[in-house]
């Protein structure tokens, strides 16, 4: 998979990519980093992409869970979307499908945690003026 989605995105993708075999590292790796975006396996090692969406989802922001497939899957996209994951991908993608959808992925987690500052400085806000008065 890392081969084929390096091949596909090329050098030229503005983001950092961690490589990982199973799902216990790649909750290792989220544990220690604010990941916006987790590109997994429908079947991981020792796990599934629905125990890790189960898993993230106690996360304080989550990152945003592409579900990678050989093929295309409207019943697997249909559960991703359902579980709340963001979208699937797969292997017939053209290079500009698959930028897009991890550049839309991105967004929705840049708009959570955008969301999520101004509800923590908006209770900062009102916990100074409360005190004020």
């Given at each position: 998979?890392?081969?084929w989605m390096?091949?596909?995105?090329?050098?030229?993708?503005?983001?950092?990519?961690?490589?990982?075999?199973?799902?216990?590292?790649?909750?290792?790796?989220?544990?220690?980093?604010?990941?916006?975006?987790?590109?997994?396996?429908?079947e991981l090692p020792d796990?599934?992409?629905?125990?890790?969406?189960?898993?993230?989802?106690?996360?304080?922001?989550?990152?945003s869970?592409?579900?990678?497939?050989?093929r295309?899957?409207?019943?697997?996209?249909t559960?991703?979307?359902?579980?709340?994951?963001?979208?699937?991908?797969?292997?017939?993608?053209?290079?500009?499908?698959?930028?897009?959808?991890?550049?839309q992925?991105?967004?929705?987690?840049?708009?959570?945690?955008?969301?999520?500052d101004?509800?923590?400085?908006?209770?900062?806000?009102?916990?100074?003026?409360?005190?004020?008065?």
């Open positions: 998979d890392r081969d390096c091949a596909t995105l090329g050098s030229s993708v503005e983001w950092r990519c961690k490589w990982v075999g199973s799902g216990y590292e790649m909750l290792n790796v989220l544990r220690r980093h604010a990941v916006p975006v987790v590109i997994c396996r429908r796990s599934t992409w629905k125990s890790i969406l189960v898993t993230l989802q106690e996360f304080h922001l989550p990152p869970v592409l579900v990678l497939n050989d295309e899957d409207i019943d697997l996209w559960e991703v979307l359902n579980q709340g994951g963001f979208d699937t991908l797969h292997r017939r993608l053209d290079r500009e499908s698959i930028v897009n959808a991890i550049r992925a991105f967004r929705r987690w840049k708009r959570r945690e955008e969301v999520l101004a509800r923590r400085k908006n209770v900062e806000a009102r916990s100074q003026a409360h005190h004020a008065v």
